[in-house]
């Protein structure tokens, strides 16, 4: 779990990495088995008029969320394919415009096999790619951007629009005194696109944004086994969740934990 976009070359099944599941104990599982799992909890449990939203990030054991802006340094190969695993488990894929652009965001699924999966159990090929963006400060040659097949939805306070760009781009445009209105804009993600499960890849200041208005349900967060120290360079938050303090702490109940190479992949539910 984390943002780390990593390579998308497909491997066969006996190559694919197996997890150990520590907590609730059980036979060790792929990555794509564990997905499936997940998305069978988030569509029991989905609330009435939004989706049911997961956080997924990366941490190192110090509590850095990135190196020099990446976090890609922070994960393995478990990590990255429990990644795709659990995009390709829900219906749509939400990031802020800062991951979007750091990480250069590309189609959210590449590998013909998670996609030939979605078409056989009845989805779209592709999660809708969710860009939450104040400003539209997206530059139309992103990899996501200028794919002609890629269903984007952008969200945003502005009446503005992209230009440029090849993509399918719709936009939900969700404004309250001036600021973004989230659960405005995810209980219309919910209605007008049918979206019943969301991930959130971050970043920090997005993650604390929807806590701060009670809109996730689980946090998935892979706790890496490096130690990474410094304090992060001006406009890089060190943590997972950025931003000012919320108004109380957020309560968490840990259901699952996994396992591979001293990498450990934690499961909070939040509580209400």
Do not use: W
């Amino acid at each position: 779990m984390g943002i780390a976009t990593g390579s998308n070359a497909e491997r066969a099944p006996d190559e694919q990495v197996m997890l150990r599941r520590l907590l609730p104990p059980g036979e060790p599982a792929t990555a794509q088995q564990i997905a499936d799992q997940l998305e069978l909890s988030a569509t029991e449990h989905s609330p009435p008029a939004r989706p049911y939203v997961l956080l997924n990030m990366i941490s190192t054991a110090d509590g850095r969320a990135s190196i020099e802006g990446r976090s890609r340094p922070l994960g393995d190969r478990a990590d990255r394919e429990l990644f795709h695993a659990l995009r390709s488990a829900v219906d749509a894929v939400m990031a802020g415009a800062g991951t979007v652009r750091t990480e250069r965001y590309g189609p959210i699924i590449r590998e013909d096999g998670p996609r030939r999966l979605r078409r056989e159990r009845g989805r779209s090929e592709q999660p809708l790619a969710c860009i939450v963006s104040g400003r539209l400060a997206l530059p139309a040659d992103l990899p996501l951007l200028a794919d002609p097949d890629a269903r984007v939805a952008i969200i945003t306070a502005s009446p503005a629009s992209l230009t440029g760009a090849a993509a399918q781009i719709e936009y939900v445009r969700a404004e309250r005194h001036g600021s973004l209105d989230l659960p405005r804009a995810l209980a219309e993600l919910h209605e007008r696109f049918a979206v019943r499960s969301l991930l959130c890849e971050g970043g920090p200041h997005l993650n604390s944004h929807l806590l701060a208005a009670a809109l996730v349900d689980e946090l998935l967060l892979t706790l890496s086994p490096k130690l990474a120290g410094g304090d992060p360079p001006s406009g890089e938050s060190l943590r997972i969740v950025a931003g000012p303090a919320l108004d109380a702490p957020v309560e968490l109940e840990l259901v699952g934990l996994l396992e591979s190479g001293s990498q450990l992949f934690l499961r909070y539910r939040v509580c209400a």
